[in-house]
Structure formats: C-alpha cells, structure tokens
Nanobody, 124 residues
C-alpha cells in the first residue's frame, strides 16, 4: 500500500508562482512514474506533467497548456515529486492530484496510487 501526501496548494495572483509537492510512503519495490493531474470544476481530470524513470534516466512530458511554465521534478531519495508552477493563469485554477505508478514488493505487481488533491486558485 502506497500513500501520497500532497501539499502546496494556495490562492495566488495571476502571474504568480507555486510549488506543489507529493511524498510517497509505504511499501513498494520501485516507483517508475510520478505525475500531476488537475481537475477544474465541471471538467474532466487531465494530465499536467509526468516524470518517468528508467534506470538512472528521467524523462518528462507536459500538457501543451502548461509547457514552458510548469516544471516537474523528482527527489528519488525522498520519493517526492514536485511541480513548480510559474506564470500562473486563472485557467490553471483546479484541484491538483498526484499519481504514482510502480511495482509492489514481490510478486512485483503494478500499482497506481492517487493523492487526496490540493486546491490551486489563481485569482486577483
């Protein structure tokens, strides 16, 4: 069982910045992908950014709407993923969810865990 603890959501003015964090704890063999999703009122949950680890190499991918403004990063020692959000816009307002995928301890079954969500509101 993997638990995720998110933090960092807040009210911020347009053009401002925030950093979200998500720490994974519990029992797992490995984590191979950590991602941030968001869900605005009345809309479906969408992928914002993902960081995938294969061996010692991390690759990142972003939605078009945040590319160039948001940066996802990972601290492997802390099993924590971060989302640096710059130049925030009102349309970035949403509940942001952390998602972690990996393998359990033997039998090495795949798992996918979700955080509880953290509210980001961009408004003047």
């Amino acid at each position: 069982q993997v638990q995720l603890l998110e933090s960092g959501g807040d009210l911020v003015q347009p053009g401002g910045s925030l950093i979200l964090s998500c720490a994974a704890s519990g029992s797992f063999f490995e984590i191979n992908a950590m991602a941030w999703y968001r869900q605005a009122p009345g809309k479906e949950r969408e992928l914002v950014a993902v960081i995938t680890t294969r061996g010692n190499r991390d690759t990142t991918d972003y939605s078009d709407s945040v590319n160039g403004r948001f940066t996802i990063s990972r601290d492997n020692a802390k099993n924590t993923v971060y989302l640096q959000m710059n130049s925030l816009k009102p349309e970035d307002t949403a509940v942001y969810y952390c998602n972690v995928k990996g393998l359990t301890p033997p039998p090495l079954a795949p798992f996918s865990s979700w955080g509880q969500g953290t509210q980001v509101t961009v408004s003047s």
